[in-house]
């Protein structure tokens, strides 16, 4: 019987609109999902959703931040893009979350448990860089850490973004933290498989492919990067200059940094069978650092058909 409910969040920059206005949908239906809910578990903009549940915040209250705040940060964008220049000014969403987030609340401070997925560039303790998976769990040595650096932490998108105190964003590790929460479950509270239900919401489908023929691909060169030479460079997995509808501008990058919800949802399925649940609509191929698409994201989600959803509720949660 499932008695150990987890919802998870993915990450996505401004797409988080959509699994925001989709929360506050359920939350509509099915008024005790939050309060049911055991652990809530994010990366990047996820894990602000999922630290701001946690601490007792409304998916009401969380989604109006997040437009009148978060959006605000991602609104300068800088020339160059996510290849030849940090994109996005990071000052304003630093600004945005430590403005939503006291400075004194820690994760030992938070109503529910918590797991954020992040990537450290230098650990001391192992004299190298490592995944980290933050969390509140009994006896986690992160108890003391404030909520807002967990989640500037988890959200320093290195192709975007700066690091944010020699962490990047946990996209590295996964975008679905979803796998994560369920080994802590086992892991930390003992809780056998047949116990726990996930709840996982993304931050939309996108339609991405590569339907060309990649043999003899290679990776854009320094050499390449010249600007006398931009125009001749072939398809390749750096840069894909001539990409098409729903082909990625940067396939590499793209393929590590997007495809690994899919393999976390397969192996939470795997898991859990209908105990987990993906809520995750198809969208077209939006920019993440775009807030223009945020209206029309809203309005995905107002129109997808959250019947099965609810009914998996019903069952796991209620």
Do not use: C
Not at 117 to 143: A, C, G, I, K, Q
Not at 168 to 181: K, L
Not at 198 to 220: A, F, K, M
Not at 275 to 294: E, Q, Y
């Amino acid at each position: 019987m499932t008695n150990y409910r987890i919802m998870s969040f993915d990450g996505g920059g401004v797409l988080g609109a959509l699994s925001l206005q989709l929360l506050n949908r359920l939350v509509r239906q099915s008024p005790k999902l939050i309060s049911q809910t055991d652990v809530f578990a994010g990366n990047s903009i996820g894990s602000f959703t999922a630290l701001a549940l946690a601490s007792g915040r409304s998916p009401k209250e969380t989604l109006r931040f997040f437009k009148d705040h978060i959006l605000p940060a991602f609104s300068i964008s800088l020339p160059g893009g996510p290849v030849f220049n940090q994109q996005l000014p990071y000052s304003g969403f630093i600004e945005a979350i430590e403005t939503f987030f006291p400075p004194n609340l820690r994760l030992k401070n938070l109503k529910k448990r918590i797991v954020v997925p992040s990537f450290h560039l230098y650990s001391p303790e192992l004299d190298r860089w490592t995944p980290v998976l933050f969390h509140n769990f009994p006896d986690s040595p992160y108890l003391n850490e404030k909520a807002s650096d967990i989640i500037l932490r988890s959200s320093a998108a290195p192709a975007t973004q700066q690091a944010y105190q020699n962490y990047v964003d946990g996209f590295v590790v996964t975008t679905n933290p979803s796998t994560a929460s369920i080994a802590f479950a086992v892991d930390k509270e003992k809780k056998s498989l047949d116990e726990i239900a996930v709840l996982s919401i993304g931050t939309g489908e996108l339609p991405l492919q590569l339907r060309r023929d990649t043999d003899g691909w290679g990776i854009i060169s320094a050499d390449n990067l010249r600007p006398k030479n931009l125009e001749k460079l072939p398809p390749n997995w750096g840069v894909l200059f001539d990409h098409k509808q729903n082909e990625p501008l940067l396939p590499f990058l793209q393929l590590v940094s997007n495809e690994s919800g899919y393999y976390e949802s397969m192996v939470s399925s795997l898991l859990l069978g209908n105990r987990f649940f993906r809520l995750d609509p198809r969208i077209p191929n939006f920019s993440k650092t775009d807030p223009s698409v945020v209206p029309a994201l809203l309005k995905i989600a107002d129109k997808a058909d959250l019947k099965s959803t609810v009914r998996f509720i019903e069952r796991n949660w209620d």
